[in-house]
Structures are given as C-alpha cells and as structure tokens.
C-alpha cells in the first residue's frame, strides 16, 4: 500500500502548498472560500512562469517536525481574523492541515488555474493531472469524512470545487498543452509579447510545413498570450485552409474589432464570411472596403478582385 | 481506537453481494450456503414466513404470484411511468399504485412498498456480514446503476434505513468496480468499466492515478440486461410452441415462470458449451386434459442471433460515452467486464472488437462491485487511507425558466462537491415572487425532466419585468445532496431547499404546473449585457445615421458608391431589428458590421474634405 498522507506530503513531487508558487496578491488577498468562484484567468501576466523564488508567509510556517507550536503561528502575523478565528474553532482538523487549508484558499483566490494546481504554462496533461490527484486527495471533503468541520466543511467544498474547476479549465484546453513540450519551458522568453511571437513563428513554421492541426493549435497557444490583428488574420487564413470556417470567422471577427479600416483585415474577414457560407455578409465587408479609399493601389485591386470574385461566384 | 467496520454491498437487480475490507484486504463474503452472491429475491411463503435470497428463488416457481424479484427497476420509480407500465405486464407478482404516485407490490394481501423489499434484501447481506464477522454492523456503503437518478438513490437510501444500516454512501457501480480494479496496485491509466446486469447496462470511463480515481463520463440504459436476453429467449420458445400447438403458453403464469427458468439456464448455459437442450415436461395442458411438453434445442448461434442488437445497443452507448468525453478509442487502457452477462462470449467479443483491447482478466465480474462499496468505505472512515473516489453528478441539474424551458445549472459529470450560481430576472412587471422548480435530467423541456422540489420566493420589489435579480445558487455535496438558494440580490433575502426525495410528480403534473406558474417564472438575465450592448450599438447608430446624407451624396455617383449605401442601409436596419427583437448575438454582428461601415463613412468624408 501507499504511504500515509504524512509521508506524501514530504514528498519532493508534490506540489505541497508551501512551495507554491504564490504571487503577491497571494499573500494580501484576503482568505475568502467564497472566492471559490473567481475569474478562470487572471487579469493580466500570462503566462506567469512559476516562481519559486517569492518566498511569502506561506512558506514560513512550516512548523518543525512534531513540534506543535500553534501559538507561534498565531502570532506570525501571516493569517487574517478570520483565519485566526478559524484555527481557534473546535473542529477535528489538525493545524497545520488548516493552515495549508489558508494557503490554498488564497491561491485560489489569485484566481490563476496554473497557480492553483501548482503547475506551468509548460505542464503537460498528465502532469496537471497529477497535480490535481494529489491536491484532490488533500482538500477533497471525504479525507475528513466523518469529523467535526466547523466553518472547514464549507471551505473544503468551496476549495476543492475550485481545484476541480481549474483543472476542468485548464485541460479542457488539451490541444493548446499538446503543442508545448516540458522541453521548451526552458528556453521560453520572459516577456509575453516575445513568448507569443515565438510560438507565432512556430505557427507558421508548421502551417508552411503543411501541418494545419499543429499550426493551429500554436495559433490559439499565441492569440491567447498575445493577440494584435497581424496574428489573427493569419490565423484565421489557416483555419479556413484547415476547413475550419467556425473558427476562421472567430478569428476574423476579433482583427477586425481592432483594425476596422484595414483592407487586408477586410479581405480575411470576407474571406471568412465567405467560408461559412455567409455570402451577403461578406459582399457587405468587400463593398465597405473598397469605399475607404486607401494609398496602396495594389491593395485595393485585391479587394475589387476579390468582390468582383465574389459576385461570379454568387451569381452560379 | 480501531476504525469501524463498514460493510460494502452490490444491491443488484438478480444477485446482491457483499464485501469488507479485513486488514486492509477487501474480501467477499459468502452466504451460509457458501455463495458469494444472493439472489435479490423476497416471497413471502404459505405459512406467511418471509424468504430472502435462494431460499425463496427456490420456490419462486411454485409460488410465482408471491416471490418479488427484480424489484430494483421498480425503486424510486413512478407510478405512472413507462418502467412501471412494462413490469406490470412481465412480472408474475400484483404491482398496485400506492398514495403517492409510487409503487406498492401485493404479497398475500400485503402490501409492500418497493424500498421496504430491498431493505429485506439489504438486511439479508447485513446478517450475512454479521454472522461472518460474529459482530454487528452498522455502516454500509451500497452501490446503484450509474443512470440512477436522483429518487431512485434517495429511495435505495431509504431501503438502507429501513434495514437497520447506516448508509454512508451511494456509489456508482462502475466506479466502484474500477475501485477494486485498481486497488492495490499503482496504475495511472483511463479504463473502461462495461457493467452487463440482470437489469441495467452501464459504461463508464474512469481515470486513475496516484489513488484517485475519477469518473471522467457515465452513461447506460436503465432498461437494457440480462432479463431482455432472457425474454428474446422465452419469445423464441413461445412462438415456437404456439406454432407447433396453437397455445399461448404466456398465458399461463406457471408455465411462463418455468419458461423464463430455462430461458435464463440455457443462455447461461450457451455461454460454456455451444448447444444447449431445452426440456420443459407437462409444460401446460390441453383442455382435453392432455399434458404437452416443451422441448427443443438452442444453439449458441441461435442465441447470439436471437440477441444481437442488445448486444449492439451496448456498443452504441459505448461509442456515445466516448464521443461525450471526446475521448478516442486508443485513449482506453484497460476494459473492465462487470456483470453476470459479461460472461457471454459474444459480449466479451463485442467489446474487445469495439475497444481494440482484450478485457481485463482476473476481476470476478459478480464480486467486484461489493469490493469496490468495501473499499470506499474503508476508504472513507480509516484516516490514513490513501484512496480518493471523485464522482461525478450524473445528471444536469437546474431550474424551470419562463416558456417551460430547463435551464441547466450543473451539467452532467460534473465533479462534486461542486457549487454554480447563476442571475435570473423577472418575467412580468410588478411581480413580487418566483418559483424555482428545480430538475433534472438533460432535455431542453422542463417538463421532460425530473422535478426535485420547488420553493417560492416572496417579497420582491414591485418593478419592470427583467429589473429584479434573483441569484439561484446550487450545490451539491460530496455524497450528493443537493440543496439550492434563491436570493434577491437587492433585498439579500433568500429561501432555499435541500433535496430530500422527489416529489413524485408525473410529466402531466409537471406540465400543468408549468401553466399555472406561468406568472412566477424568471428568466434567464441576458437583459443586461444586452443594454450595455444595445448603449454601444446605439452610440455608433447615432454617428452612422447623422453622416449619412452626407456620405450618400458623396458616393452615390459611382456604382461601388451605390453599393456601399445600399449594404450601410441594409447594416442599419440589421441593428434596429437586433434591437427590437433583444436578440443579442444578432446584435453583437450587427454592431460590428455598424462599425466597419462608420469606419468607411469617415474615410469618405475626411477624404472629401483633405
Ligand atoms: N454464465 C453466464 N452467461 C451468461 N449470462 C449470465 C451468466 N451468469 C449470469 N448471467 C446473467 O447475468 C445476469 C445477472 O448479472 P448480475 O451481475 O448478477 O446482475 P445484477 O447486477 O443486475 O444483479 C443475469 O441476467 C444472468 O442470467
Ligand atoms: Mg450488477
């Protein structure tokens, strides 16, 4: 059988909440389980390689082997009032399982899926997945089935929900993991415009080399770190010669929201209406585009081919 | 203190089992008769004694009218639905409606409710575990059918209760088989569990690792097992008898529970040897007091061609839990056989064909299930058990919105403990209360789903309808209790429910319900968003139509000019219309488009002016 869960937490593999990466924000947010609901994404920074460096409170505590010392840990400032009401409750929890409670509850609250399960951009599935398990087997409701919980039932449940959904979320973008190999976390760039146009490059690399799948699936890893309308042009163009019209149009749509009188952006989005079978719409875009009068004559030949195109095409 | 014992049973529709973990090995333990399974079987006898188990499917033939069997598919059920309906034509025993919409079964003018049978049973397997153990047992985990909705587990909770056991917890089946499938040893794999019962047919995809297992999708036929091979058999041997005789040997309820002994035997049978005699003496009488008897011969091929489409609709649930969980074929591991009729050759086969992998071996299909309940018990009172089960809901849950439509709160194999909360407004000026139906079940109507409970909630501001706000908050624990909130987000005032058993309400009921509350619905908030994006529209609306003539006197000379006034017109009149029919994708596109064309309206007209 397994070890105990004593041994499995001194476990170097696991991503115990006291080596967490824990941002800033970790250290202040206030420890609500109710935050349990927060935003699948963070506001900004993305993607923030982990840190191991940031030591915080979180990391402090760690109380010396069989040494007890709740007092010390009451008095290290690190916990809320509510956090200190919470280690004064009558339940059968033992501390510094309820301290690690804390710890995760304000990385949840962070409200960064990669942080939550302790993992990286970089992680493949089967390494979130393993983060999630053992992270599961330490915050799920049933590893203190049958105990006085307090206020702790509804934190647990409110902290594994949000585990489980930040594994949902992160997962459910499986082909985006797919593309990255635990190999390349190494040499990515800090900064995330430089990572996005690296993995565009990659994009294209795979879209010339005839592989659509894979140049979209780096497509979708770069628009969601960085997405100007040069990269959602090209993006969709791919998706349309993947026969992906749904996604082509997506893509189209969003560069035109931020270059609405740039004639190439009107030629993809065209292009896109045209794919998903939305004729008029894309005769609509053409017509528009030719009225705005531009310098570049060349360009504005292309989109009267492409209207005139359009109209053979239509009149069939 | 040494950790208390709990029990682990496979409360089946043919056979129940149960199982405990001793130091730290789950084990099977046999009944007096040295069985490792029971049939799930109840007669009351002529003397009035009660008998449970072989005791009373040995006398099941000569006392048909009173031995229950199979009473699982009855379980939580309603009256007047449609598994109700088939039992009361199949099954030899009195089936009458009891007082409130439920099931009652008449055994020498007793009457039974459903739950108060399978607690017989349940308390059969607790004396079975106690006899073993030589001490008494308290808590029990029991296993159900992945597909057991929310009344069917509540009422096999009540069966619990009613035996004298404490039941900690319901479980799935297959999850529960995939438990004793990977216990003990360090896999990290997704598998398969194909569950072929006396009564039901599951499939699920679990995924293990590191102690944890996880049921990533589960789906099956509540209405799809053995007892159907069972009766493509007794209809072959009918028709057979009929054309031979000209006598309907249905007709006969002794003869027809001797047929379907055989039927059962021989298909058992045929799953070791190819050809089986069938031999039924004085299987019936003639009126000229003339005995008749029943014999002939079914091959294995006769049978597996008898049965091939319930073996295909298996493989079909397989591919659609597959697709659900946008899981490949390839991404399965193992496949684990569970159930009686898994021992089939044919359905060993079909399986290997579908998953590309031969089933796994060594796991007793009829044991494993109760090993499973065994070890999640274990699991759950000893502490330092390093075993996690997370399951999953298997049905969306959610609320009645206005029109009788199901808005889905929770959806299908969501990991629980889980919570999800959603806004709702007002469907009728000045409405001061709503009432939230709360379902489940997966179709868009209301109607069609299962109705949990309702409660209202009063004291609302007096407003335009889509104005008040109302937040209704699900969650579900992690045994599975439900319990749902409405709140005014103005007032902070709230009504909430925990789901405690269904309220036994038909499709009709329900339905009539809908047209009466009709006026104490919400709806869902997307009023809102569409405002702010109604102001957004409306702001470039402005711009587009005071630029217009202007615009139109600019370009109207060329025919690329007419065009472009003629598709502005047209973009124009997409938005208004989006507008009024509060359609917010439509309007969404509409706005974008209203935005390329003011785009093109200032091009022009800065041009014209530099
Ligand atoms: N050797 C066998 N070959 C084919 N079917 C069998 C065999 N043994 C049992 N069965 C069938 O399996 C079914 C019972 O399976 P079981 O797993 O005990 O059901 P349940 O879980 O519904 O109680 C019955 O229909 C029985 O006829
Ligand atoms: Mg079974």
Not at chain 2, 154 to 179: H, Y
Not at chain 2, 304 to 327: H, Q
Not at chain 2, 371 to 388: H, R
Not at chain 2, 518 to 528: I, L, T
């Amino acid at each position: 059988m397994t070890p105990p869960r004593a041994a499995i937490a001194a476990m170097p593999a696991r991503p115990a909440v006291a080596s967490a990466p824990a941002g800033p924000a970790a250290a202040s947010a206030p420890a609500r389980p109710a935050a349990a609901s927060a935003p699948a994404r963070p506001a900004a920074g993305k993607p923030a390689p982990a840190s191991d460096d940031a030591p915080t409170t979180e990391r402090d505590p760690a109380p010396p082997r069989g040494g007890r010392a709740t007092v010390q840990v009451l008095d290290d400032g690190a916990l809320d009032a509510d956090e200190r009401a919470a280690l004064a409750e009558d339940v059968e929890i033992d501390v510094d399982d309820r301290r690690r409670i804390f710890a995760m509850e304000r990385r949840v609250a962070a409200g960064d899926p990669l942080a939550m399960l302790g993992v990286t951009d970089a992680s493949d599935k089967k390494a979130i997945k393993r983060a999630y398990f053992v992270l599961s087997k330490e915050f799920h409701p049933d590893r203190y089935y049958g105990k006085r919980l307090g206020t702790f039932a509804l934190r647990l449940a409110h902290l594994f929900d949000a585990l489980a959904k930040a594994y949902a979320t992160l997962t459910e973008d499986a082909p985006r993991r797919r593309g990255t190999t635990p190999s390349d976390a190494a040499s990515r760039p800090p900064s995330p415009a430089d990572y996005a146009a690296e993995l565009f490059d990659r994009a294209c690399q795979a879209e010339v080399s005839g592989d659509l799948a894979g140049a979209l699936r780096l497509f979708a890893s770069a628009l969601r770190v960085d997405a100007p309308a040069r990269y959602l042009r090209r993006a969709s163009r791919c998706a349309m010669a993947a026969g992906e019209a749904g996604l082509a149009l997506e893509y189209a749509r969003k560069a035109a929201t931020l270059e609405p009188s740039d004639p190439s952006t009107s030629r993809v989005l065209a292009a896109a209406f045209k794919a998903a079978g939305k004729l008029e719409q894309a005769e609509e875009v053409l017509v528009m585009a030719v009225m705005i009068p531009i310098e570049n004559d060349q360009l504005m030949h292309e989109l009267q081919a492409d209207l005139a195109d359009l109209r053979r095409r239509a009149g069939q | 203190m040494a950790t208390e014992k709990v029990i682990g049973i496979d409360l089946g529709t043919t056979n129940s089992c149960v199982a405990i973990v001793e130091d730290g090995t789950p084990v099977v333990i046999p009944n007096r008769g040295g069985y490792k399974t029971t049939p799930s079987m109840v007669a009351i006898a002529e003397n009035g004694k009660r008998l449970v188990g072989h005791i009373a499917k040995r006398q099941a033939i000569t006392n048909a009218e009173n031995t229950v069997f199979a009473a699982k598919r009855l379980i939580g059920r309603k009256w007047g639905s449609a598994a109700v309906r088939t039992s009361i034509e199949t099954m030899p025993f009195r089936i009458v409606e009891g007082p409130h919409d439920d099931v009652r079964i008449v055994l020498r003018d007793q009457v039974f409710s459903i739950p108060e049978i399978s607690a017989y049973i349940l308390q059969e397997m607790k004396m079975i575990a106690e006899e073993y153990l030589g001490e008494e047992v308290q808590k029990a985990v029991i296993t159900v059918p992945a597909y057991f909705n929310d009344g069917q587990r509540q009422a096999t909770k009540d069966a619990g209760r009613v035996s004298g056991l404490d039941v900690i917890r319901i479980i799935n089946e297959p999850t529960a088989a995939a438990l004793a499938y990977g216990f003990g040893r360090n896999v990290e794999r997704k598998v398969a569990v194909y569950d072929l019962g006396g009564g039901t047919f599951d499939i699920s995809i679990l995924e293990i690792g590191n102690g944890v297992f996880e049921v990533i999708s589960t789906a099956g036929d509540t209405f799809l097992g053995g007892e159907d091979f069972d009766r493509r058999v007794i209809d072959w041997l009918v028709f057979n008898f009929q054309r031979d005789n000209k006598i309907d040997l249905r007709k006969d309820k002794m003869a027809l529970q001797r047929l379907k002994d055989v039927a059962e035997k021989a298909k058992c049978e045929l799953s070791s040897v190819r050809e089986t005699e069938i031999n039924l003496p004085f299987i019936i009488s003639t009126g000229r007091n003339e005995a008749l008897h029943l014999q002939t011969t079914l091959t294995r091929d006769k049978l597996e061609e008898l049965t091939a489409d319930l073996v295909d609709r298996t493989i079909d649930i397989c591919a659609k839990t597959l697709e659900e969980a946008e899981l490949g074929k390839g991404d399965i591991e193992d496949v684990i056989l569970v159930g009686g009729m898994t021992r089939m050759p044919r359905v060993q086969q079909a399986v290997a064909e579908f998953f590309g992998l031969e089933p796994c071996k060594g796991v007793h299909p009829d044991e494993v299930v109760a090993l499973g309940a065994a070890i999640q018990g274990a699991a759950l009172v000893d502490e330092k058990s390093d075993i996690l089960l997370l399951d999953v809901t298997p049905h969306s849950l959610g609320i009645m919105i206005v029109g009788g439509y199901f808005h889905k709160l929770i959806e299908q194999n969501t990991t629980v403990p889980t919570s999800k909360s959603h806004v709702f407004t007002t469907v009728k000026d000045n409405q001061t209360s709503v009432k939230i139906l709360v379902l489940q079940g997966e179709s868009e109507r209301a109607e069609e789903n299962e109705l949990l409970g309702e409660f209202v909630l009063t004291g609302l501001r007096r407003a335009t309808r889509g104005e008040v706000e109302i937040e209704v908050t699900f969650h579900i624990s992690a045994d599975g209790i439900v319990s749902v909130k409405a709140r005014d987000l103005e007032t902070g005032q709230e009504q909430s429910i925990t789901v405690t058993a269904t309220s036994g309400l038909t499709e009709d009921e329900i339905r009539k319900m809908i047209d009466a509350n009709k006026d104490y619905m919400v709806e869902v908030r997307s009023g809102q968003e569409f405002e702010k994006a109604r102001h957004a529209a409306e702001r470039v609306l402005d711009e587009v139509e005071q630029l217009f003539p202007k615009v139109s006197e600019i370009i109207s000379g060329s025919d690329f000019g007419q065009d472009a006034v003629k598709k502005a017109r047209g973009v124009v009149e997409r938005a208004r219309a989006a507008i009024a029919a509060r359609d917010l994708p439509g309007l969404t596109e509409a706005t974008e488009a209203l935005t390329r064309t003011l785009n093109m309206f200032r091009g022009v007209v800065s041009k014209t002016r530099g």
